[in-house]
């Protein structure tokens, strides 16, 4: 089961992704496991030296008691910090974001997500990718 961000990769040339563990409570789990999030309006930054998630909506789990979470929280996101220095010194440079693409369960179980930094695309970049993908479809239709 994999929630994927298919709207970031139309809005961003991703350069570089890496694997975050996310920092949960247990009902956001059960929701992520029913497959109830959303990435819209979804971005991360920098607070203190870590890496947070905003206005990521995880649905509030329907069988939760009083003690549910709030669905568009800010949520920690776990790298190492030989990665969180690269990510922040990327962050300094004009044109970048740290988008999230994915979100996925390891094998461990742990919810996991997949960022990618991204820069910008200009609408003339964005024509040109809906070209190229035509053109590849196309082609996928002939070569059948």
Same mark, same amino acid.
């Given at each position: 089961m994999?929630i994927s961000?298919k709207?970031?990769?139309?809005?961003?040339f991703?350069?570089q $992704?890496y694997?975050?563990?996310l920092v +949960? #409570?247990?009902?956001?789990? /059960?929701s *992520?496991? !029913?497959?109830?999030?959303?990435?819209?309006d979804?971005y991360?930054l920098?607070?203190?030296?870590?890496?947070?998630?905003?206005?990521l909506h995880i649905?509030?789990y329907?069988?939760?008691?009083?003690y549910?979470?709030?669905? $568009?929280?800010?949520?920690?996101?776990? +790298? #190492?910090k030989?990665e969180l /220095?690269? *990510?922040e !010194?990327?962050?300094k440079?004009?044109?970048?974001?740290?988008?999230?693409l994915?979100?996925?369960?390891a094998?461990?179980?742990?919810?996991?997500i997949e960022?990618?930094?991204?820069?910008?695309?200009k609408?003339?970049?964005?024509?040109?990718?809906l070209?190229?993908?035509?053109?590849?479809?196309?082609m /996928?239709?002939?070569?059948k």
């Open positions: 994999a961000n709207q970031a990769y139309h809005e961003y991703i350069e $992704t694997t975050a563990g +949960l #409570t247990g009902t956001e789990v /059960k *992520l496991r !029913a497959g109830k999030a959303s990435f819209n979804a991360c920098f607070h203190k030296g870590e890496l947070y998630i905003k206005s649905s509030e329907k069988l939760g008691t009083i549910n979470h709030l669905p $568009t929280q800010e949520r920690k996101l776990l +790298l #190492t030989k /220095k690269k *990510l !010194a990327k962050m440079e004009k044109g970048y974001t740290i988008v999230p994915k979100i996925f369960f094998e461990s179980g742990y919810a996991k960022i990618g930094l991204g820069k910008g695309k609408l003339h970049d964005k024509r040109e990718t070209k190229q993908k035509d053109v590849d479809r196309e /996928k239709r002939y070569i």
